[in-house]
Structures are given as structure tokens and as C-alpha cells.
């Protein structure tokens, strides 16, 4: 691979915005400065030049609900880089009873089309000894370091809170990370089954048995769960102003704990199920569901003052085809929406241009604190000598309307259809590979690398050494009186 230089923009990273010149070599950033030359330039005149998106949450070919998401690690990544993002991390999902090991083996055979580089969060589905050691092996000899949970799902992937505390537990000595799906599963079991009894069968019925309450009892629960083990917490797609709140309260308390939006749940809301088409509503359907717009301002006031960390899409991308198998039942619509080429221009769109956050904080909650919780920074998330080129040329002024018409991903519609977006990538760089060139594909199959992550990030290892010192211990006593017996 020759050198190329991106001229004339003005770099933008998480805490700095500055005019500069950028050279990569051998899919690396090599200089950055002024006057540097090499045998391939690009204009980034009127251009934001940004670390590359990180995606920390995305489901692709994931078996669920008896079929499989549709958008797979070759249309998956493609859609990734047309909207600027060039990290996915995926999820390797054993089965309840299957080892570790296969499931990793199953992911990586699908990962082989992958057009830009991607991880794994391992997902703990259930319990046992062969867990507890299998999750050593994870982390040490396969680089995935980070642990989901689900809350929800009773009866196919949800755990249960002693196999939390269980699995929490491993993870604080390994120095790896739990995730946990926030929602209290057993609850939403009830109230399916009432919501069904009385005839509720619509897929408006899927946002009536999740209440924003069952997402917030379910948040604290983890975050109380993750204090007694000791262990940092990571909730993915925060929905609403209740879980919001336990995270934002758990900061304030010193706790360790990162929560993620959606970019559907800062933009979309629950109006989308009263749709009077069964296919509009039912295509919308996922867990947690889109919430009453109240909790959209929670969202973003928790991206502004950092009580959020990171915007996601949980890309789970089912066709129409695949939500009708919920007509007549909604608990059979398979949960999950597509969004991985729209997450950025919607972000940058609703949350940079309205003046909701800057394009620091863009870049912040898009790339860089997803590295950094998820350690693999500076390699990822930064525009610095020896970093990744993995790097967006952003035109703040290019236009368009989204369609399911024109989009990579394989499904037949888009969530987001209709809206005029404002801020698309000029030039997507993947390791240096140009993959977006003036806005158009060149996505090269295969060319997407695992990225193996360290455990005992300096977050694990500031709050284990906390833990040891505040640990409870006997306390020294001057004497001791004979026993009583
Ligand atoms: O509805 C959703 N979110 N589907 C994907 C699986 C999950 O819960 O993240
Ligand atoms: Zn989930
Ligand atoms: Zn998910
Ligand atoms: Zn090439």
C-alpha cells in the first residue's frame, strides 16, 4: 500500500480542533504537520478530519427469535464505512449450555467478509464451572475482555442475579468488563402474557410490556450488583430518564459505570408503534422500545455533560419478511433495528448542528470513550502518530435525504426514511484503505482485522486497588476476653 496524505482539513478529536495535514503509511498515521507529501492525495478542503466511528454495539447475522438478522459481517461492515464508521464490535452469543469456545469459533467464521476492522463482547447466556474458566481463556488468549449480560429475554438468553453476581465477580478478577442488557425480564414475561391474554396482540403491545420503569428497577439492580463485585459496569442502549438517572446517581457516588443511547432512542419515539401499517409499526420494533420524547432531553442532556458515554445502534437488522412473524402475536416479532450508516450524519444532524453537543463531544461519544472503555485506545479513537488509519473526512455540508432505496444494508426499509441529514463522510479511511471516495463505496471484502483488547484497563485496575483498600477486614483489638464457654 502506497502513502497518501489527507490536505487542507482541519482535524478534529476529542479535545482538540486544529488545522493540520495528515500522512499515512502502511495503515498508520505517520506524521501530522504541515507540507508532507505522498503518492496519493486528498483534498479535504472545508472537511472535519476525525478519528473513524466506533460502533461498541452491533448484532450482525445474530441468531435470534428463530431466524437470523439479516445484515451479515460483509453488508454490516459496508454500511458501517458509508456513513463513517470503521470499528464495529459484534457479539459472540453461545447458546444456553454451549462453551465459550465454539461460540468464538462460530464468530469468527462469520466475520471473514468484514470490510472494516471489528471486536467481540462475549455474551454470558447461562452458568456454570465451565463458564467461570472458559471467560479466563476469552480474555487472555482471545483479546475479549468485555462480558454481556442479559436481564431480559426469560426463558432464551436472560441470567439471573446470583449468576450476575457469579459472572461480575469473574469478571473483576480477570479485569474484563460486564454488560448487561437492563430490563427486568421477569417482569416483561408477566406482562406479555397479560398484554396477550387481553387481546393486545398489535406491536404496539411490545412497547406497552416494557415500561421505561422495568429498564430503570433493572439498571439499579446491575449497578448495585456491580458495586458488590467491584467491577466497572457498562449499560447498553440506555433508553430512558430512569435508567439514565441510576447511572448519573451511581457517577455521583464515585461508581464506576458508562452508559450507551441509541441513535433511534435519541431521535425516534414511541409514536412510531400507534402507525396504523402493522409493517411501519412492527419494523420498529426492539428492546428497549422507542420511548416517549420526554426521555430524548435526558439522552442528550447526558451526552452534553458526560453522564453518557457513547451513542450505538444495536444494528440488528430484520426484514419485513422476518417482523411478520409476529403478525397476530408481537411477543414473535424478532426484537431489533438497523441503523449503523445513520448513526453518525444523525448524530451529527440532530446533535451538532442543533448546538446539543460539539463536534468534540461528536467525537468523543461516536469514537474515542468507546476505545478508551473498551481499551483499545490510542490504536483506535485518535488521530495520533502510530494510531490506526482508521480515520472520516467529514463534509459538514453535504446533504441527503435517507432512503431504504439507497442504502448498503440488505434490508427492504430504514427507520430513519425521510430524514434530511446534514454532514456526511467525503473520505472514509479504513487502516488507510480509502474505502468512501468522494462519498461513493469502495468497501474491499476481507479487509476488516479482529481487534484483540487487554484486560485491566487503568479504570479496572483504579477501582480494584479502591476495592482492596476500602475492602472490609477484621479490626486490631487490644485484647480479646476469654470465651464464655
Ligand atoms: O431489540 C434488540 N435490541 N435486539 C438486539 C438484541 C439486544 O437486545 O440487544
Ligand atoms: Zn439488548
Ligand atoms: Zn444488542
Ligand atoms: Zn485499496
Redesign the pocket.
Known amino acids: 500500500m502506497g502513502s497518501t496524505v489527507i490536505r487542507n482539513g482541519t482535524i478534529v478529536t476529542a479535545d482538540l480542533t486544529y488545522e493540520a495535514d495528515l500522512l499515512i503509511e502502511d495503515g498508520r498515521i505517520a506524521a501530522i504537520g504541515t507540507g508532507l507529501t505522498g503518492d496519493e492525495t486528498l483534498d479535504a478542503s472545508g472537511c472535519y478530519v476525525m478519528p473513524g466511528g466506533i460502533d461498541p454495539h452491533t448484532h450482525l447475522e445474530m441468531p435470534f427469535m428463530g431466524t437470523h438478522s439479516t445484515d451479515d459481517f460483509g453488508s454490516g461492515t459496508r454500511a458501517a464505512l458509508a456513513g463513517g464508521t470503521t470499528m464495529v464490535v459484534d457479539f459472540a452469543l453461545p447458546s444456553p449450555g454451549q462453551s465459550l469456545l465454539d461460540a468464538l469459533k462460530v464468530w469468527h467464521n462469520k466475520s471473514g467478509q468484514a470490510a472494516c476492522d471489528y471486536s467481540y463482547h462475549m455474551a454470558v447466556t447461562w452458568w456454570d464451572r465451565q463458564v467461570f474458566d472458559e471467560m479466563e481463556t476469552v480474555v487472555r488468549e482471545h483479546g475479549i475482555t468485555t462480558f454481556k449480560h442479559f436481564m431480559a429475554y426469560k426463558g432464551a438468553l436472560m441470567v439471573n442475579d446470583d449468576e450476575l453476581f457469579a459472572s461480575f465477580r469473574r469478571c473483576a478478577e480477570l479485569g474484563a468488563i460486564p454488560l448487561v442488557h437492563a430490563e427486568n425480564g421477569d417482569v416483561v414475561a408477566e406482562l406479555q402474557a397479560k398484554l396477550l391474554a387481553e387481546g393486545n396482540t398489535g406491536p404496539e403491545a411490545h412497547a406497552y410490556s416494557r415500561p421505561s420503569s422495568v429498564e430503570g428497577e433493572a439498571t439499579n439492580r446491575a449497578i448495585m450488583i456491580a458495586d458488590m463485585a467491584g467491577v466497572p459496569l457498562y449499560v447498553v442502549h440506555v433508553s430512558c430518564e430512569e435508567a439514565h438517572e441510576a447511572i448519573r446517581r451511581a457517577k455521583m457516588l464515585g461508581k464506576r459505570v458508562w452508559g450507551e443511547p441509541l441513535i433511534q432512542h435519541l431521535t425516534l419515539d414511541e409514536s412510531e408503534y400507534a402507525h396504523p401499517d402493522w409493517d411501519h409499526a412492527a419494523r420498529r420494533v426492539m428492546s428497549p422500545p422507542f420511548r416517549d420524547k420526554r426521555h430524548q432531553d435526558s439522552l442528550w442532556a447526558g451526552l452534553a455533560s458526560g453522564t453518557l458515554s457513547v451513542v450505538a445502534t444495536d444494528h440488528c437488522a430484520f426484514t419485513t419478511e422476518q417482523k411478520r412473524n409476529g403478525v397476530g402475536d408481537f411477543t414473535k416479532i424478532p426484537n431489533g433495528t438497523g441503523g449503523l450508516e445513520d448513526r453518525m450524519p444523525m448524530l451529527w444532524t440532530h446533535g451538532v448542528v442543533t448546538g446539543r453537543i460539539t463536534m468534540n463531544e461528536f467525537v468523543a461519544v461516536t469514537s474515542t470513550n468507546a476505545a478508551k472503555i473498551l481499551n483499545c485506545y490510542p490504536r483506535k479513537g485518535a488521530i495520533l502518530v502510530g494510531a490506526d488509519a482508521d480515520i472520516v473526512v467529514w463534509d459538514p455540508e453535504k446533504t441527503k435525504t435517507i432512503t431504504a432505496g439507497s442504502q448498503v444494508s440488505a434490508i427492504d426499509y430504514n427507520v430513519f426514511e425521510g430524514q434530511q441529514v446534514k454532514g456526511l463522510p467525503r473520505y472514509v479511511l479504513s487502516r488507510g484503505?480509502?474505502s468512501v471516495m468522494d462519498g461513493e463505496l469502495?468497501a474491499?471484502e476481507g479487509h476488516g482485522a479482529f481487534v484483540a483488547r487487554p484486560p485491566q484497563g487503568p479504570v479496572n485496575r483504579a477501582l480494584s486497588s479502591w476495592k482492596a483498600l476500602t475492602a472490609p477486614r477484621p479490626v486490631e483489638r487490644t485484647g480479646i476476653p476469654a470465651s464464655g464457654v
Open positions: 484503505h480509502v469502495h474491499r
